[in-house]
């Protein structure tokens, strides 16, 4: 696939062409902080790039903008690209919530205490920007499956004419911070959140009218999830649980966390005997922040839940975010508040693995382009 038109807003067809698949890299996001500050692309581009505001109503120039040396991308002094000061990203005072810094991942040398700037809606995202480029070699470390335990779903969808699907979680699930939803401000380009999409492009490949329900909450951990899975979770049945909680467990100890998710699920099945759950581990949090603690160790947990548990897969969001830390870029690229919450790019890897592992990439990719 080769880059042609840009889109003026979300299109699917680009922008949720699969990260490990594609040649064409759509609105990739970054965030720079300092005047002179630099990004990483996740792959090498391929002749030249296009450099634009995240809602990608405005396009930047390089040579008076920006310069692209390799993978990277800086900025160059006295131009107009947005960008965080380093005062202001990296506080000598708290933010309305307090972060502090993981120094062992800061791009510079800190003195005295610091702590991470921190805000919702388009805090971020308005001085993120959306790089479009072909890769010259698409060398992604991550490769989705199909999940074996949930293959005969869809066929059991269409064969029962419809069905319902349940999403249970925290705010990611809720939609934080798609620019489609409230949380992300309702603004350009209006990408849906991963939740929406999931609904969306399994009813295409079913072909028949599917029931979303998302019962999230922002905030929730596993636990709270099971103190009202009663009036949440099993108040009515479903054909497929999506099940979404990982980001506010990491101070959890690991096998806690295990045996609440286990508690959920074991309790879905026994409620919907023929029902299938779909586990999503989390994205992770920013690796400059203090907020990155036992999140690396749940998806091993929940793969070992999934192994366990009848109709059960695992949708591996945690290994693709790793993958994309591992290009070079800093995970605040991708996010929307800077701690915890993807933004649109963030929200789309989320869509394409959770896609992946629930129709496989050939089934994925034709209820896209179909």
Known sequence: MKINELPARFDAQRHLQPLWRTEAVYDETALIVGETGECT???????????????LD???????????????????????????????YFRREPDSVPIGVNRAFSEIPLEGQRFLAYGERDTFTSREIAVSY????????????????????????????GGSVLFYGDSITVGCNASATEYGGSLPPYTPSWAELTGTYLEK?????????????GGWRA????????????SAPYDLMVLAYGMNDGPTAPAVFAQEIRTLAESFLSRNPE?????????????????????????????????????????????AFRALEETGKRTRDFL???????NDFGVRLYAEVILTALLGEGEFLAALNG
Request: a positive charge.
């Open 41 to 55: 692309l996740a792959f090498l581009p391929r002749g030249g790039l296009t450099v634009r505001s995240y809602t």
């Open 58 to 88: 405005r396009i930047f120039r390089e040579g008076v903008d920006f310069s692209v040396e390799g993978k990277v991308l800086r900025r160059l002094a006295g131009g107009s690209l947005p960008y965080f000061q380093t005062e202001e």
């Open 134 to 161: 072909e890769a010259a070699e698409n060398d992604f470390g991550f490769l989705p499956q199909r999940e074996k335990a949930l293959e005969p779903l869809v066929k059991r969808l269409k064969a029962q004419g």
């Open 205 to 217: 490949a079913c072909g028949v009218p599917l029931k979303t329900v998302n019962r999230a909450v």
């Open 223 to 234: 636990a709270d999830g099971i103190r009202e899975m009663e009036s949440r979770m099993l």
């Open 275 to 319: 029902g299938y759950i779909l586990l999503v581990s989390t994205m992770l949090p920013n690796r400059q922040s203090d907020w990155r603690l036992s999140h690396a160790a749940q998806e091993g947990l929940l793969e070992e839940i999934a192994h366990a548990l009848p109709r059960t897969g695992l949708a591996r969001v945690s290994s």
């Open 336 to 342: 929307a508040n800077n701690i915890n919450h993807p």
